[in-house]
């Protein structure tokens, strides 16, 4: 069965600080691999998805994450947090389970942005 | 443009007191899911509906049932709800099997 480790339960960075919050999987196939961001209240918005070829995927809000196969690894980085980006993240490997890709979610880095 | 609504936003029962969130859809995707997501925890799913297929997860409680009456909707009913149901209850659809999900906003749900 597929799993999801973040290491880091909370990070805190300055504002135009560079930011890297870091994933972990497992999963026996080539994986497919998201990173989502929830604000307080809402529901999980999509950032960026790997699912084959270049291992640099770009994503919105300035977000960017890197695939490395030899780590198991799918860190998100950004060079210059803006306030508007505390929230929490979460990082999802999907795998086919019966007639769906089925998510399995990492336990979320809450990230809180200094000014 | 909202693509995937949930209502009612915030849900306030009482405890052995059923109750249905809902979920639509304006994307004409075909598979819907429901996901549990505790505080400060990830989201589980629950199941989710190919079409008119309902796919249960092995470990979701039969206190949990879905309708899915058309492309459009599916609910999730909760027979007799209990303190631990308390959760953020999210949808999510894909166009199709294999293909990125797309979540609402959520229904946060309380139980007195």
């Known amino acids: 069965a597929q799993s999801v480790t973040q290491p880091d339960i909370h990070i805190t960075v300055s504002e135009g600080a560079s930011l890297e919050l870091r994933c972990n999987y497992s999963?026996?196939?080539?994986?497919?691999l998201f990173w989502y961001v929830q604000s307080p209240g809402q529901g999980l918005q999509l950032l960026l998805k790997?699912?084959?070829?270049?291992?640099l995927v770009q994503g919105i809000k300035g977000f960017e994450a890197e695939f490395k196969r030899s780590q198991s690894s799918f860190n998100l980085r950004k060079p210059s947090v803006h306030w508007s980006d505390a929230a929490e993240y979460f990082c999802?490997?999907?795998?086919?389970?019966?007639?769906?890709?089925?998510?399995?979610f990492g336990s979320g880095t809450q990230l809180t942005v200094l000014p | 443009d909202a693509m995937v609504i949930q209502n009612p936003r915030y849900q306030v029962t009482q405890f052995g007191k059923p109750v249905t969130l809902s979920c639509s859809q304006t994307?004409?995707?075909?598979?819907m899911y429901w996901y549990q997501q505790k505080s400060s925890q990830a989201p589980k799913l629950l199941f989710h509906?190919?079409?008119?297929?309902?796919?249960n997860e092995a470990d979701t409680p039969d206190n949990f049932q879905s309708r899915r009456p058309n492309t459009s909707f599916c609910f999730l009913d909760i027979r007799s709800p209990g303190l631990g149901d308390a959760a953020m209850y999210l949808c999510?659809?894909?166009?199709?099997?294999?293909?990125?999900?797309?979540f609402g906003p959520g229904t946060r749900l309380t139980v007195l």
């Open positions: 999510a659809t894909s166009r199709d099997a294999a293909d990125t999900q797309y």
């Open positions: 999963y026996g196939a080539t994986p497919y």
């Open positions: 790997y699912f084959s070829g270049d291992t």
């Open positions: 999802a490997v999907g795998a086919m389970e019966g007639s769906a890709r089925q998510l399995t």
């Open positions: 994307l004409n995707h075909n598979v």
């Open positions: 509906y190919y079409d008119k297929d309902f796919n």
